[in-house]
């Protein structure tokens, strides 16, 4: 199993920045992939932002050259910094993982509990 714990988000005003942390542990094998998604009041999950182990990067339009996600694989730890911050990525933000439990395992989904990151003045 692996645990996700997501930290960092808070009250901003329009035009400043976060950084979210999401720091995976548990028993597992190999985190293949993580990344954010967020929810806004009355609407559907979207992606924000992933990363492979890799380092190879994709990002939702909406969010393009505002918003940078990294990750740390030595601690299995993913951070999404936010610039630029606009009253409509007010959300709740959720981490993702997809990971191996042990060597010839499928890969597993992962969710955290989602942190609330609220955008206004």
């Known amino acids: 199993q692996v645990q996700l714990v997501e930290s960092g988000g808070g009250l901003v005003q329009p035009g400043g920045s976060l950084r979210l942390s999401c720091a995976a542990s548990?028993?597992?094998?190999?985190?293949?992939?993580m990344g954010w998604y967020r929810q806004a009041p009355g609407k559907q999950r979207e992606l924000v932002a992933t990363i492979t182990s890799g380092g190879n990067t994709n990002y939702a339009d909406s969010v393009k050259g505002r918003f940078t996600i990294s990750r740390d694989n030595a601690k299995n730890t993913a951070y999404l910094q936010m610039n630029s911050l606009k009253p409509e990525d007010t959300a709740v933000y959720y981490c993702?993982?997809?990971?191996?439990?042990?060597?010839?395992?499928?890969?597993?989904?992962?969710w955290g509990q989602g942190t609330q990151v609220t955008v206004s003045s």
């Open positions: 993702h993982a997809l990971a191996y439990r042990y060597i010839g395992d499928r890969l597993h989904d992962y």
């Open positions: 548990g028993s597992f094998f190999n985190i293949n992939a």
